[in-house]
T-cell receptor, first 112, second 117 residues
Framework: LAKTTQPISMDSYEGQEVNITCSHNNIATNDYITWYQQFPSQGPRFIIQGYKTKVTNEVASLFIPADRKSSTLSLPRVSLSDTAVYYCLVGPIYNQGGKLIFGQGTELSVKP | DARVTQTPRDKVTEMGQEVTMRCQPILGHNTVFWYRQTMMQGLELLAYFRNRAPLDDSGMPKDRFSAEMPDATLATLKIQPSEPRDSAVYFC???????????????FGEGSRLTVL
C-alpha cells in the first residue's frame, strides 16, 4: 500500500481557502486517492475521491497532478465547523481487494 | 436516514472480562469494516467482511479478538479476555464496492468507547 505523508496540523481563519497536500510517491497504477473528515467523538466521513486531474463536489475539490505523486484537498471559504481531522488514503478501491488504511491525518483548526 | 448503528456507545469493564461490541450495517451494504482508534496509534484496521465472509483480519490480535457476521444485519467484535491496552474507540463502517459514478464510500458508526480497567 502506498505510504502517505500529510502535515500533522494546520491553522486557518474563517472565510479562507484551505489547501491540504498529501504526498504519495509510491502510488500504484490502480490506486485511488480518497479523503475523509473526522470530527471529535464521531466516525470519519467521506469527502471526495479521485484518480487523476480534478474532482469537485459540493464540499471540496481534489487536485491531482499528472504524476499522481501528490494530491491537494481544497476547502473553499472554511468555517468554524470545518475544524476536524482530514485523512488522505491511497490504495486500490476495496472491490479490488484493497482495504482502507488511515494515516495520522491533518488536524485543521479554523479560528474566528 | 440510514446509518450504521453501534452498541454499546460506552463500556467500562475490568481486565479479564469478555467484551462484545455489535454493529448493524446500513441495509443493503455488503462490506463491513472494524477499526480501532487510539491517540497513539490513530485509526487501525482490524478486520473486514464482504457478503459476511471475512476478507482480511490481519490487523486483529488473534489470541483474544474475534470478529463475525452471524447475519447480514449484524457484525460482532469480541475481546476475550480484555486487557487495559484494548482501551480505545472501536468503529464499524459499512459500504458497497464502487460502481457507476459511485466512489464506494464507507459510512461509519459513532463508535463504541471501551475502557478496560
Amino acid at each position: 500500500l502506498a505510504k502517505t505523508t500529510q502535515p500533522i496540523s494546520m491553522d486557518s481563519y474563517e472565510g479562507q481557502e484551505v489547501n491540504i497536500t498529501c504526498s504519495h510517491n509510491n502510488i500504484a497504477t490502480n490506486d485511488y486517492i480518497t479523503w475523509y473528515q473526522q470530527f471529535p467523538s464521531q466516525g470519519p466521513r467521506f469527502i471526495i475521491q479521485g484518480y487523476k486531474t480534478k474532482v469537485t463536489n459540493e464540499v471540496a475539490s481534489l487536485f491531482i497532478p499528472a504524476d499522481r505523486k501528490s494530491s491537494t484537498l481544497s476547502l473553499p471559504r472554511v468555517s468554524l465547523s470545518d475544524t476536524a481531522v482530514y485523512y488522505c488514503l491511497v490504495g486500490p478501491i476495496y472491490n479490488q481487494g484493497g482495504k482502507l488504511i488511515f494515516g495520522q491525518g491533518t488536524e485543521l483548526s479554523v479560528k474566528p | 436516514d440510514a446509518r450504521v448503528t453501534q452498541t454499546p456507545r460506552d463500556k467500562v469493564t475490568e481486565m479479564g472480562q469478555e467484551v462484545t461490541m455489535r454493529c448493524q450495517p446500513i441495509l443493503g451494504h455488503n462490506t463491513v469494516f472494524w477499526y480501532r482508534q487510539t491517540m497513539m496509534q490513530g485509526l487501525e484496521l482490524l478486520a473486514y467482511f464482504r457478503n459476511r465472509a471475512p476478507l482480511d483480519d490481519s490487523g486483529m490480535p488473534k489470541d483474544r479478538f474475534s470478529a463475525e457476521m452471524p447475519d447480514a444485519t449484524l457484525a460482532t467484535l469480541k475481546i476475550q479476555p480484555s486487557e487495559p491496552r484494548d482501551s480505545a474507540v472501536y468503529f464499524c463502517a459499512s459500504g458497497n464496492p464502487p460502481g457507476q459514478g459511485d466512489p464506494g464510500e464507507l459510512f461509519f458508526g459513532e463508535g463504541s468507547r471501551l475502557t478496560v480497567l
